[in-house]
């Protein structure tokens, strides 16, 4: 009979063990944790709760719940009692004023919406402080940050500021000696109001301290000409600009000197400077150069040298003939020459100043004041701590437990000071261990004059009451003098005693007067100039580490900004860390390479992985540390790069702790170390990098570029050729209406909006970035959504690499190629093509909506959420979206950005959205987008209805530089210029009118109305 | 010598003149009195020219004038120099005069030189009216007390006549029942065959088996449904009547209707703003800090009409900004209002007032409705986006005198072969004009 078989699944149910018949009887292996999701036993039996009366609580909540969903919410709307006559609800005003942290300095006006500062603009009114860069762009998020220090507080307990004054009053008249120890403040009513406080307690003694100073720039300025500052540069009067390891379109020398490059890079009657640039990281500066060398450190300063006339002995062969074009060229220019570096020791900049004594781009007259730093003090401050000598330390603007590469020693000194105060914003590493925080306000809450330059005074005024219990360091410095005065009042009459229009000056933000000149006077300290032990040494062999700063992190101070975190960087593209830059041959060497054979293990590439890379552990002069390492073209071989300003943990939000602190590594406050060592260690790191594909693979009309020698003497059509198209074989313009397979609207009348972007002046800084986070409430989206390429910038700067040596290689590779496989076959030379060279062409391409006019993403939306505007704009009603994503895949830009999620009021995105505090950064006139939605740039929509509306309500006609978006306005290199292209007189118009001008994928005939300007390099032929 | 001689001419007649008018005001002079006094054309004068900072019955910015020919003992001649010139009795070290500035605070009292004694003779009559006993709606109109009030009584003969209507019908009914039985009796007593109905298909039966019928009245429900379904869910979210309680009782009614105060004067916002803006409570007090009572009348129908003390409500308001009625200033405690919002847009649409109200010179009743009318203030436009395209459409731009518009409205309307432009022709119907 069929039923007798028996079916069995082991060989012990056969013979029928205990264990099987146990397991069989126990349906779940492991005990079930009832207890974890239903609470204790004991609550449970005493619960009175039935399950029928449960259920009968889960039926009425839900009844209610969506009884209650029919009725809309009730909205107060809560007027002033008394409204200040300036503010008009839904009005904006703007203030100008100046940041000053220490580390950017520059004069801004500060757009506010009912009393709250909202958004950075420029001062067009400055002359030294125009420029705001992306970290002053971002500053206004960092003044809503709920990790701030919230009130005065001794030894973490909360206390009144009678009980810090009446402490530090007992130190400063116990007569022991006191310390200032501050950031540069280069503010002519702080430097007055410490002099006197020295004055009146002889105890005291101040301290400046920059965590990225320019120790050395200063002490060779300061032995030349007698004032410690720094020297001043106009590069739009430079013909040769030769840089050697200076990165001047970032932070070297503080910064700010995009504007004026950029001015002498556009190509006029013929002419656009020149620009050898001598370094070992990849930097902005390096990437604009017409000719750059990667060359160590070490080899920088033999390159110097022979600039300044000493022999070519020490030079690198691969640089020798850059080298002597760089002399000649240096010669031929005469005074409209320069030379500027970045080398880590006096005598090298001291030859450099020399080399420019003739220069007309340099002004030594007129240094600036933003760095005034000696680290040779802070080590002696440390060595007075340690002694026990100092009795009060009082810090301002300051975190030396941070920044200092000696930290440990500081504070072993800082627990045998019996009182430190820190005036700082934040509870931060230095704060936390000292015994007081004073906490101050953020710039945007306080007064303040600043002289970026000397002989121009920035202001600071507040735009919003203080948010916390803070006060300004210079109120305090008043209290302990016993002043009544407050530093508002202090600092009007310094002005005002200065011969100055206090109230005139507060409006504009900037004032001219030479009132506050430094006094010139002989240093006498013998031991700048023989100070060998600061300069570094790159003996003993090893990599060549430079130490940098990041566009978007900077020193560090702004860690906590999750607008800055989030930033790409302009030149690894790479968000949310830092690393160590390797050369791709070094990287081979030392087994830090990802074989693209990985691709599907290790080196992860996909859309759902991104990039990985290896660790490393670096070692200086017995200090080490762990980074994951970037492989980064360009970099010098034998050289390493890692930037400084991540690694904080202390009042830093979990999600913004990120990357490894290099300060530790800035021995000697030098940015350039030798004797580095490297290996490998176990373990793989996650990037989140925005972009993966390096370069354009020979596609040179994506990017177009020539030469200046044929742009000046070779026809339109040769450089910059309008694709075109067969028709009944015949071949058209793609532009002509007759190959067009949309029909034409008729844009002539009203406003017609056009963005234009100079490829030639972009620099690739990233101010437009985070300027269009703010206006545009972009939101953040975090790492792991970064590296999922889930990213919401509406505005990316693309970056691209050569393959060759140039793009002009590239294209000319492509065009080469013959066949699939063989020598010129198409397989493997695109293969060889997606790897940059080791030292490639950069090319930087903002990238936001073009706003076609005919374009692809409007005719494929099921629900007409995006539609065309007669201004020539890109419509998006994000109400009307249902998420399809099919505009996204149509668009041949890939701008459109998708919310996977609701980033705002979600505890898994918990960034600045996800707080009240936070929030108050958000402007009112533009939707915050929920999940499932598609948004994109929209060309600033509500700043040109704004500024429409504006002239109607006036009843006048619109001039020319009022419209404008975030991004034009943020860019104070020229590279973006908006306006209406059938005003004719407009800049725009005649911009698009240009033989430079072309749009971004034009073959595919979507007319955009944002174009580019080819760019023009200034190189010879190779 | 002709000219000396002129010059005694002319200065004669000079002195005679000023004696003759000298005479004749020193006769003026001694008319001040109350008692003289007309207290109607009082009533007149005190409300243009007092009622600023006095009251009769109650101190305001000066004292309460009630009583005061008595309280200074008809001093006519004493009150006369006061109120022409109150600051140079003052500076004169009058000892009365110092006492009355100081004990006001060391408010100056405005000059009044332009008042004839028959001015001030009216006035002081005025001055003098009793206090009239606070008019008891009830009292002065007991009808209006009684609820239901005069509409009862229509009430009342209606439902009488309705009765009887009913009770005829009943008899009707009962009379035709009688009578069919009657008829039925007399068949039967007479022995004719009554023919009985034949049973009938029941209509229902009939419905099911014709399915024709049943398909076309299945579609018709359907659609029925839909509509009906669609026009219930269009409404979600629409508030259009919302008519909240606030936490004071503000009457549009008596500001904007009776007292004629301009929106915009209030709402001045919405000249130059996206906002129309909630008045701060420094507007309010532009008015109330001398109006800290409605007039007895409106204080009547506000008791009766609407069940609001429109006093209290006033009480509220110096409560919220602080202000102390008994010695005429600001306490610095405020307690911010919570209005609660009547029109609330979706975030994701963007309207601007300033462009309606400036621009476009839309009078504010078009959307929101005749406000003038509202004691409270409700939600009169449905604020659906079909409401904003069809106006959109239907209005024409307001170009004249605008430099803006020259240009682009010559060249449109040139392209749409129209006069004027709607708003619709000139941009307005775009998404992204109001979504961004």
Not at chain 1, 493 to 519: E, L, R, W, Y
Not at chain 1, 607 to 615: D, S
Not at chain 2, 322 to 351: C, M
């Amino acid at each position: 009979m069929s039923s007798n078989k028996k079916y069995w699944k082991s060989v012990d149910e056969l013979n029928g063990s205990p264990l099987v018949e146990t397991l069989r009887q126990n349906e779940f292996v492991e005990e079930i944790p009832t207890d974890e999701f239903l609470g204790d036993k004991e609550t449970l039996e005493t619960s009175q709760t039935t399950r029928r009366d449960f259920l009968k609580y889960v039926g009425f909540t839900t009844a209610a719940a969506s009884l209650a969903a029919c009725e809309g919410p009730v909205k107060k709307s809560i007027p002033y009692v008394v409204q200040p006559e300036q503010i008009v609800p839904g009005v904006a005003d703007y203030y100008a004023s100046t940041i000053a942290d220490g580390f950017d300095f520059a004069s801004v006006l500060v757009k506010t919406r009912e009393g709250r500062p909202i958004k950075i603009e420029n001062n067009k009114l400055a002359k030294a402080g125009y420029g705001a860069n992306a970290r002053v762009h971002a500053s206004v998020l960092s003044m809503y940050d709920q990790n701030r220090a919230q009130g005065p507080t001794a030894s973490g307990e909360a206390v009144s500021w009678s009980d810090i004054d009446t402490g530090v009053m007992a130190q400063l008249n116990s007569g022991k000696q006191v310390v200032l120890l501050t950031q540069t403040f280069a503010s002519p009513s702080t430097d007055k109001l410490i002099a006197e406080f020295v004055e009146k307690y002889p105890n005291v003694s101040h301290v400046a301290y920059d965590a990225v100073g320019e120790q050395f720039a200063l002490d060779a300025f300061e032995v030349k000409y007698g004032v410690r500052a720094l020297a001043d540069y106009d590069f739009s009067k430079a013909e040769v600009i030769v840089s050697v390891g200076a990165d001047f379109l970032g932070d070297w020398n503080g910064g700010g000197y995009d504007a004026g490059y950029a001015k002498g890079r556009i190509p006029t009657e013929g002419k656009m400077s020149r620009h050898f640039q001598f370094e070992a990281n990849m930097s902005l500066s390096g990437a604009n150069a017409d000719v750059r060398v990667p060359v160590t450190p070490s080899q920088q300063k033999a390159i110097l040298s022979a600039l300044a006339g000493g022999s070519m002995s020490g030079v690198p062969e691969h640089a020798k003939k850059a080298v002597s074009a760089a002399i000649s060229e240096l010669r031929a220019a005469g005074s409209k020459g320069i030379v500027v570096t970045g080398l880590q020791d006096v005598p090298s900049q001291t030859k450099a100043l020399e080399v420019n004594a003739n220069s007309e781009v340099i002004d030594v007259a007129a240094p600036r004041m933003t760095r005034s730093g000696d680290i040779r003090k802070v080590n002696q401050l440390i060595k007075d701590m340690n002694a026990g000598s100092v009795g009060m330390l009082v810090m301002a603007g300051v975190n030396p437990s941070y920044t200092l590469p000696n930290a440990a020693a500081f504070n072993t000194g800082l627990a045998k000071v019996a009182v430190s105060v820190a005036c700082s914003m934040r509870a931060d590493e230095t704060a936390s261990v000292a015994t007081h925080i004073a906490p101050v306000p953020h710039y945007l809450e306080a007064w303040g004059d600043v002289q970026i330059k000397q002989g121009e005074v920035s202001i600071t005024q507040p735009t919003i009451r203080p948010l916390f219990d803070t006060r300004q360091f210079q109120d305090s410095l008043l209290k302990w003098m016993e002043s009544d005065q407050s530093y508002y009042d202090y600092m009007k009459s310094t002005m005002t005693n200065a011969g100055i229009s206090f109230n005139k000056a507060v409006h504009d933000g900037v004032v001219m007067t030479d009132a506050f000149a430094k006094a010139v006077s002989t240093n006498t300290d013998t031991s700048i100039t023989e100070d060998a032990g600061a300069s570094t040494t790159f003996q003993g062999g090893g990599f060549e580490l430079t130490l940098y700063t990041k566009t978007s992190m900077g020193d560090g101070n702004q860690a906590n900004n999750p607008w800055l975190q989030e930033m790409p960087d302009p030149i690894t593209r790479a968000t949310w860390d830092n690393y160590i830059t390797m050369s791709e041959a070094d990287a081979k060497d030392k087994g830090l390479w990802l074989d693209r054979s990985t691709f599907f293990t290790e080196a992860r590439h996909d859309a759902n992985g991104g990039l990985n890379g290896t660790l490393a552990k670096i070692t200086v002069n017995g200090v080490s540390l762990i980074a994951p390492v970037m492989v980064q073209p360009g970099q010098a071989k034998g050289s390493i790069g890692l930037a400084v300003g991540y690694g904080r943990t202390t009042s830093i939000q979990e999600e913004m702790q990120t990357g490894v602190n290099a300060y530790p590594l800035m021995l000697n406050g030098s940015m350039t170390q030798g004797g580095v060592s490297i290996d490998k260690v176990d373990g793989m790191h996650e990037f989140a990098v925005i972009q993966l594909h390096n370069t354009l693979m020979g596609r040179g009309d994506i990017v177009k570029e020539t030469r200046l020698e044929i742009f000046n003497t070779k026809d339109k059509s040769f450089w910059n050729a309008v694709p075109t198209v067969s028709k009944d074989h015949q071949e058209y313009e793609v532009t002509s209406p007759e190959v067009d397979l949309w029909d034409e609207f008729d844009r002539s009348i009203g406003h017609h909006f056009n963005l234009g972007i100079d490829l030639n002046a972009c620099t690739g800084c990233g101010a437009c970035v985070i300027a269009c986070h703010a206006e545009n409430n972009v939101p953040v989206v975090g790492k792991s959504e970064v590296r999922r390429s889930r990213d919401m910038h509406w505005l990316r700067i693309d970056r691209y690499y050569s393959s060759n040596n140039t793009f002009a290689g590239d294209d000319q590779q492509k065009d080469d190629m013959d066949g699939l496989w063989g020598e010129n076959g198409s397989l493997g030379g695109f293969g060889e093509m997606e790897d940059p060279a080791a030292n490639p062409q950069v090319a930087f391409q903002p990238v936001m909506c073009q706003h076609c006019n005919h374009a692809p993403c409007e005719t494929v939306c099921p629900v007409a959420a995006t539609s065309h505007g007669r201004q020539g704009q890109n419509h998006m009603a994000y109400n009307r979206c249902v998420g399809t994503r099919y505009c996204a895949n149509n668009c041949p830009y890939k701008v459109r950005r998708f919310n996977w999620f609701l980033y705002n009021g979600n505890d898994e995105f918990d960034y600045y959205m996800n707080n009240d505090l936070g929030r108050m950064v958000i402007n009112p006139d533009v939707t915050v987008r929920s999940r499932g939605v598609m948004e994109k740039c929209s060309m600033c929509m509500q700043m040109t209805q704004k500024t429409i509306l504006d002239a109607k309500r006036d009843g006048r006609e619109i001039k020319d530089g009022e419209f404008a978006t975030a991004c034009s306005n943020a860019c104070t290199s020229g590279a973006l210029t908006f306006g209406d292209v059938n005003d004719k007189s407009s800049e725009v118009y005649h911009q698009s009118q240009d033989d430079r001008m072309y749009h971004l994928l034009e073959s595919v005939g979507t007319k955009p109305n944002v174009f580019y300007q080819t760019k023009v390099r200034n190189t010879k032929e190779a | 010598m002709i000219q000396v001689n002129r010059r005694n001419s002319f200065s004669r007649i000079i002195t005679l003149c000023a004696a003759f008018l000298l005479a004749f005001s020193s006769s003026l002079f001694a008319q001040i009195d109350a008692a003289t006094g007309d207290a109607d054309a009082g009533k007149a004068l005190f409300k243009t020219q007092c009622a600023a900072c006095h009251k009769l019955y109650k101190k305001a910015t000066g004292p309460a004038l009630y009583d005061v020919v008595q309280r200074y003992d008809e001093d006519y001649e004493w009150l006369g120099k006061w109120i022409r010139n109150s600051q140079a009795l003052v500076k004169a070290g009058d000892a009365r005069a110092v006492k009355v500035y100081e004990e006001n605070g060391g408010q100056v009292m405005n000059p009044f030189p332009a008042l004839t004694d028959a001015d001030i003779s009216n006035i002081l009559a005025y001055t003098n009216t009793e206090k009239p006993e606070p008019i008891d709606p009830c009292i002065a109109n007991p009808e209006s007390c009684k609820g239901g009030g005069g509409g009862g009584g229509d009430g009342v003969s209606n439902e009488i006549i309705l009765s009887i209507l009913g009770l005829v019908l009943l008899l009707l009914v009962a009379v035709l029942f009688i009578v069919n039985n009657t008829l039925k009796k007399f068949a039967e007593a007479q022995g004719i065959e009554v023919e009985e109905k034949e049973g009938r298909k029941p209509i229902w039966k009939a419905f099911v088996e014709n399915q024709f019928l049943v398909l076309v009245s299945v579609i018709f429900l359907l659609l029925g449904s839909a509509y009906f379904a669609y026009g219930w869910m269009s409404q979600v979210g629409v508030d259009q009547g919302y008519a909240p309680v606030q936490p004071i009782h503000y009457s549009h009614r008596i500001h904007a209707g009776d007292n004629e105060i301009d929106c915009k004067y209030c709402h001045s916002s919405a000249r130059v703003s996206k906002h129309s803006g909630i008045p701060s409570l420094n507007v309010c007090m532009n008015c109330h800090k001398s109006i800290s009572e409605v007039a007895d009348a409106t204080q009547a129908e506000g008791k009766s009409e609407y069940g609001v003390n429109y006093n209290d409500e006033i009480k509220k308001l110096y409560d919220a900004v602080g202000w102390d009625e008994a010695t005429q200033s600001y306490t610095g405690e405020t307690k911010p209002v919570e209005w609660v919002r009547i029109h609330n847009l979706p975030d994701f649409a963007y309207f601007n007032h300033s462009q309606h109200v400036s621009v476009a010179g839309v009078e504010c009743q078009k959307c929101h409705g005749p406000v003038e009318e509202m004691e409270i203030m409700e939600q009169h436009s449905p604020l659906t986006m079909g409401w904003c395209i069809n106006c959109h459409r239907d209005t024409n731009v307001k170009v004249e005198g605008n430099a803006y518009y020259e240009k682009i409205h010559e060249q449109l309307s040139k392209k749409y072969g129209v006069d004027k432009l709607t708003a619709a022709q000139m941009g307005g119907l775009e998404c992204g004009k109001c979504h961004y």
